[in-house]
């Protein structure tokens, strides 16, 4: 199971659907959903949104100490259980990419120092997407390190608000976070660079309005690889790709998301939660010297846009299918 289906999604049979391996189960699924639209509200058909406590549970089961290590060039995790943390270190300085929640903050303080880092060095902190478990230890963070936090508009807005200005239909309680002025807005396409690395901001909105997926090149295994950070691209339980009046625009950056997401090139991908990426198979691999790198993986990033788009696809074909089913009077 991926930690993309379990991303912000309640248990409901949506999210039994997506943790289906097999498209034909997911298609006959939907189908039965269409069909069951004929005689009911859309709500009780679409999944909706998760209690406090489901979220919390959800949380809680992510927030685990883990221990930091290398994973490949320059680029170390340090984040926890469930929620990824990428230290990216230069000569001058290091980035941070994502902070998870405020008590992963010592989690990552620690695993820094452990692998022989200063926490100090930590020039420049970025994001994945400014959810609660990506960026509540941002404010934080920032207060221990001194570091510049950058942000692209719609995650800066995000972030301002402390997670309230948020169209995620999730009780308000376990979105909120520390408020965190960004310090510099990121454009799409823009470089940032610090010593030897740069990285690419790439807007990829859906998941949050200012997701944001990251690439950089470096050399493993003897070749220059392409590496992407993504965002996500999880439709929360609760969020309406129809019709949703705290964001219009969303089925549209959605395609233009998944467009751009297919056009990467990629050939190691990570990701703002370790089951998206494969990573404990992967550590393991590496940990047995598997040649190549185990993290070289353009198929997985290929399979993870592939259903991506199949869970927005079904989504917006549900929705389509409940609206016509409902009649004019809705
Ligand atoms: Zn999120």
Redesign the pocket.
Known sequence: MHALDL??THQSKASLTFRAPDSSLRTAFWASLILLAGAAPMQAVLPSAPTQAAVMRMFDAWRAPVPPRHLLANIYYVGASGVSSFLITTPEGHILLDTGFDDTVPIIREGVTQLGFKLTDIKIIIS??A?I??VGGHALMQKLTGARIYASAGDARLLASGGTDDF?PFPRETIVYAPVTVDHVVADGEHVTLGNVTLTAHLTPG??RG?TTWTMDAVVDGALRRIVFFS?T?I?AGTRLLHNPLYPEIVREFETTLTRLKALPCDIFFA?HGGQFGMAEKIARLDRDETPNPFIDPDGWRNLVTRAERTFRDQLAAERAAERNSGPDR
Do not use: E, G
């Open positions: 991303h912000f994945s997407h959810h478990d990506h995620i998941h949050t997701a996500s999880t929360n703002p």
